[in-house]
């Protein structure tokens, strides 16, 4: 297993990212380039910091008190790009009894990322967009790629729950949303679907890194068509 991860930073008590209060370890290293991308600081593995797997459980294990009955979630990123390291960072974890949560696109399969699967507890998969056109348009990658790694974690009957950011104009629409609980209905592994309303909180970073942010101009999505969204997926 890969002895050094590059980690761009951890969070030390976060509430959104699986059940209860966790540490969330975001992963440098993304190989998607989504328009919608809050986190451009992270798309290379080689802005990441160094890091053992032993020293980052001694720094999560000192927020132990705080987190024993959340746990830690892997994000990025991709994590999956790391995937060994990720791997050796979860049997280090679990000798404490932490629960594991991987926050991931599902971009890729293959050996170190079924081994992953085999130490994770629970699976937050982003299903960015369905249809494989504008999976690729708005992502570079691939719709048929997330359902691959979708019909793996059915499998193994792995609990998962789906992410979905809602963006104005692309993925917004009564017949997307209708798309996407047509696909979840697929899946009894499935416990939760999450909407996240798309915000621009992110335009600063991309000023800083001197990239321009493809949606600048779209509107923040509001709370009210998030309930609307809701509807449709419960319907």
């Not at 050094?4 to 992963?27: E, K, M, N, W």
């Not at 998607?32 to 990441?48: A, F, I, Q």
């Not at 000192?62 to 060994?84: C, M, W």
């Not at 708005?138 to 729950?161: I, M, Y």
């Amino acid at each position: 297993m890969s002895e050094i991860g590059y980690i761009h930073s951890l969070q030390s008590l976060g509430t959104v990212d699986g059940p209860g209060v966790r540490a969330v370890i975001f992963a440098a290293g993304c190989p998607l380039r989504c328009v919608y991308c809050h986190n451009p600081d992270t798309w290379k593995m080689s802005d990441g910091t160094p890091t053992s797997a032993e020293d980052i459980a001694r720094r999560i294990f000192r927020l132990y008190p705080y987190i024993k009955d959340g746990g830690v979630t892997f994000s990025g990123g991709e994590p999956l790009l790391q995937a060994e390291f990720f791997t050796k960072l979860s049997l280090l974890l679990k000798e404490r009894g932490l629960h594991i949560a991987l926050d991931t696109s599902g971009c890729m399969l293959g050996e170190g990322v079924m081994r992953l699967l085999d130490v994770v507890d629970l699976v937050l998969l982003d299903v960015k967009f369905d249809s494989e056109d504008d999976y690729f348009r708005n992502t570079g990658g691939s719709f048929l790629q997330t359902v691959a790694f979708l019909d793996e974690l059915k499998r193994r009957n792995l609990p998962t729950w789906i992410r979905r950011v809602a963006v104005p104009e692309l993925n917004d629409r009564r017949e997307d949303i209708l798309r996407l609980s047509e696909l979840v209905s697929r899946y009894p592994n499935i416990e939760k679907v999450e909407l996240l309303p798309f915000r621009k909180l992110c335009l600063e970073k991309y000023r800083t890194l001197g990239i321009e942010f493809p949606l600048e101009n779209t509107p923040e999505m509001s709370e009210a068509k998030i309930r609307e969204l809701y509807q449709y997926l419960n319907s």
